[in-house]
């Protein structure tokens, strides 16, 4: 009779330490922390990293999409306007920007989001989609660049993303910036407009 109270005492006090280290492992957030078990990873150092309020409230202008900008059409030789001689269409239909600022200089990452659609006259391979970004003040163009983008053309209609990460210019005294993106089909200039 004593062994039998000795081990259900036994098995009552484990039950009761076993549920004690679990309640613990659930307050703790990681329940393998505990016995040590669980997760192996490497716990870092939080980013030290001070935001300042000149960098929430930065200016990062918006990027235009000019309507006669956002489609592109690319015919067989000789066959302009023609829709048998279509190769592809292709079409942006979005816009973004991110912006940084350091030593007076505003740097941006402007990107482009399309699809393309194969036209009777496809072959399918790669082509080149003339992307234009521009940054102009007024009448001022601060920044232009003509990209030949190249993207696969399939059988069906694909997606593109397309961006410039390079895009810099002074900090402007006044909010006065336009950045402008879209298809370009003049001559490809391998350097930034001045």
């Given at each position: 009779m004593v062994r039998r109270s000795m081990s259900g005492r036994f098995l009552v006090a484990f039950a009761l330490a076993s549920f004690t280290l679990t309640v613990a492992g659930c307050q703790s957030g990681d329940s393998g922390?505990?016995?040590g078990f669980g997760s192996k990873e490497k716990k870092?150092?939080?980013?030290?990293?001070?935001?300042?309020?000149?960098d929430l409230l930065?200016?990062?202008?918006k990027v235009t999409l000019k309507e006669e900008?956002?489609?592109?059409?690319k015919y067989a030789k000789g066959?302009?306007?023609?829709?048998?001689?279509l190769i592809y269409q292709a079409s942006i239909s979005d816009v973004t920007r991110s912006c940084k600022?350091?030593?007076?200089?505003?740097?941006?990452?402007?990107?482009v989001a399309g699809r393309i659609v194969p036209g009777p006259a496809s072959t399918g391979g790669t082509?080149?989609?003339p992307i234009r970004i521009a940054v102009t003040r007024g009448p001022e163009v601060l920044y232009s660049q003509l990209h030949e983008y190249q993207a696969a053309l399939g059988d069906a209609a694909t997606q593109f993303v397309f961006s410039d990460p390079n895009v810099s210019v002074?900090?402007?005294?006044?909010?006065?910036?336009?950045?402008?993106?879209?298809?370009?089909?003049?001559?490809?200039k391998k350097k930034t407009d001045e």
């Open positions: 922390s505990i016995l870092t150092e939080p980013d030290n990293t001070k935001v300042l309020a000149s930065g200016y990062c202008p900008t956002g489609f592109f059409n066959g302009e306007e023609d829709p048998a001689k600022t350091a030593g007076g200089i505003l740097t941006m990452e402007i990107g082509v080149n989609l002074p900090v402007p005294a006044e909010r006065s910036l336009q950045v402008l993106a879209g298809f370009d089909a003049g001559p490809v």
